[in-house]
C-alpha cells in the first residue's frame, strides 16, 4: 500500500500527542462505531471483494451512523443509501462505470443497501447538468470529498486487506462530532448544502446547520 494511503489513525498517532489529542480521539472513536457495526463490517469486506481502485465508503451513511449512536437513535435510521466512490480514468464512459455498478450489486447482494456506485474519474461530465456548477476533473477518488457541499459529508473509509480501517477526513472530524453542518464553499453549490441540511435536521433535530450565506457583519 502506497504511504498516501495509511491510516490517518497511525499519522495522528506520530505526532505531537498536545497538537492532535483531539484529532486522533475523534479517530478511533469513529473506527470503533464502525467495527461496532456488524453490519456496516460486512458491507466493506463485500465491497473490498470487487477491488475497485482507490474505493472507500463515503458521506451519509458513515455520518449518520455517527449520528445514530450519538443521539442512541436506532442503526440505520435516516440512510437512504451506502456511497462507494472509486476512481478508473482508463475508461470514461457510462458502460465501464454501469458494468462496474452491476458487479457491486452482485458482491453487495445480502447487505445494507442500496449502494450507490460512482467513478470520481468521470464526474465531472454530468455534475454540472445535474446541479447546476462546474466541476473539475479529478486526479484522485479522495479528491472528491473535497468538493462536498458540507465539511461533514467529507469523510470516507476503506477496509484493507490486512483488517486496518483506512478513514480519510480532509477538514477533519470535529464537525461529525459536534453535529454540525457547515457550508463548504469550494464548489458553488448552496442547493445541495441546504437540501441536505433540511433533511438532517428534521430526523436528527440535535444538529446544528450553518448557513450557506455569512451572518452579516
Known amino acids: 500500500m502506497a504511504p498516501a494511503h495509511r491510516n490517518r489513525l497511525q499519522d495522528a498517532k506520530a505526532q505531537a500527542p498536545q497538537a492532535e489529542t483531539g484529532a486522533a480521539r475523534h479517530l478511533r472513536h469513529l473506527d470503533a462505531i464502525i467495527r461496532a457495526d456488524s453490519d456496516l463490517m460486512h458491507l466493506l469486506r463485500c465491497l473490498r471483494s470487487v477491488r475497485l481502485p482507490q ?62 456506485t460512482r467513478n470520481q474519474a468521470r464526474v465531472h461530465l454530468w ?46 472530524l470535529g464537525d461529525l462530532f459536534a453535529m454540525a453542518i457547515r457550508p463548504n464553499r469550494t464548489l458553488d453549490n448552496a442547493a445541495s448544502h441546504a437540501s441536505k441540511a433540511r433533511r438532517a435536521k428534521t430526523i436528527w433535530p440535535e444538529v446544528t446547520v450553518l448557513p450557506w450565506e455569512d451572518p452579516p457583519d
Open 55 to 116: 474505493w472507500r465508503l463515503v458521506a451519509g451513511c458513515l455520518y449518520q451512523t455517527v449520528w445514530n449512536v450519538l443521539t442512541g437513535r436506532q442503526r440505520r435510521t435516516g440512510i437512504k443509501d451506502y456511497d462507494l466512490i472509486y476512481f478508473d480514468n482508463a475508461d470514461l464512459s457510462w458502460e465501464a462505470e454501469d458494468a462496474v455498478i452491476q458487479r457491486v450489486a452482485a458482491a453487495a447482494a445480502g447487505c445494507l443497501g442500496p449502494v450507490e
Open 127 to 172: 455534475f454540472e447538468s445535474r446541479f447546476g456548477c462546474a466541476y473539475p476533473p479529478l486526479a484522485c477518488a479522495d479528491e472528491a470529498l473535497r468538493y462536498y457541499a458540507s465539511i461533514v459529508h467529507a469523510v470516507g473509509v476503506r477496509l484493507e486487506e490486512d483488517g486496518r480501517l483506512d478513514i480519510t477526513a480532509p477538514f477533519g
